[in-house]
């Protein structure tokens, strides 16, 4: 029996479909160099437990700490790529049981966004903003993780989310995060935040 390992998933849209927002070379990069990373050194980890030697002992804590590092950074790129789309069909407001929920948990859209957006340009150093939704209490929350690994929370399922990594607006923005964060407004694919949040609520 083969044994799986980790691919770089294509996008959806090219590179250039979300400019002027993110730039064809911003996006290429992060794509094709940043997120790659992370699945060669996802994969470099499922190498070493495969060849672990028997009879030596195994680095069990820094492999389980490199490990969250890397599937984690692979998981929220696929995620973060999915959750973005060309403007002409993006941005805007969510409709739907998205639209519902985030007037039950935060009032309105506006104050989302606010929250959101605070999220997003607080992160300290490199991180994710990310819309969650807790299946104990089927409530939306906002997280932020550090890196890719550091405040993930069990069962609460992530909605959408925005890479704050200087990698991901250094070309385009240089170190400005808040334009970045101003500009992903415009490229949220609300259509598939939508159908997450639905996957989510009908799931056992
Ligand atoms: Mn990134």
Redesign the pocket.
């Known amino acids: 029996m083969g044994k799986k390992i980790y691919e770089l998933p294509e996008l959806e849209y090219g590179y250039k479909d979300l400019e002027p927002y993110i730039s064809e070379e911003q996006l290429k990069i992060?794509h094709t160099i940043?997120?790659q990373g992370y699945v060669t050194g996802a994969n470099a980890l499922l190498e070493k437990f495969d060849k672990r030697d028997q009879n030596i002992e195994f680095d069990v804590k820094a492999v389980a700490k490199e490990l969250s590092f890397h599937v984690g950074?692979f998981m929220?790129?696929k995620l973060?790529w999915e959750n973005m789309g060309p403007a002409s069909k993006c941005g805007g407001e969510p409709q739907g049981t998205l639209a519902k929920y985030i007037e039950k948990d935060f009032g309105s859209f506006e104050r989302f966004k606010n929250e959101f957006t605070q999220a997003a340009n607080s992160v300290e150093g490199s991180g994710w903003a990310a819309l969650t939704l807790c299946r104990g209490t089927d409530r939306l929350f906002i997280m932020q993780i550090e890196k890719h690994n550091v405040n993930v929370i069990p069962n609460f399922r992530i909605l959408m989310v925005l890479?704050v990594?200087e990698?991901?607006y250094y070309i385009d923005y240089k170190n400005v995060r808040p334009d970045f964060v101003d500009a992903f407004w415009k490229i949220v694919n609300w259509e598939e935040v939508n159908k997450r949040t639905e996957t989510w609520l009908n799931s056992p």
């Open positions: 992060h940043h997120h950074g929220l790129h973060f890479d990594w990698h991901a």
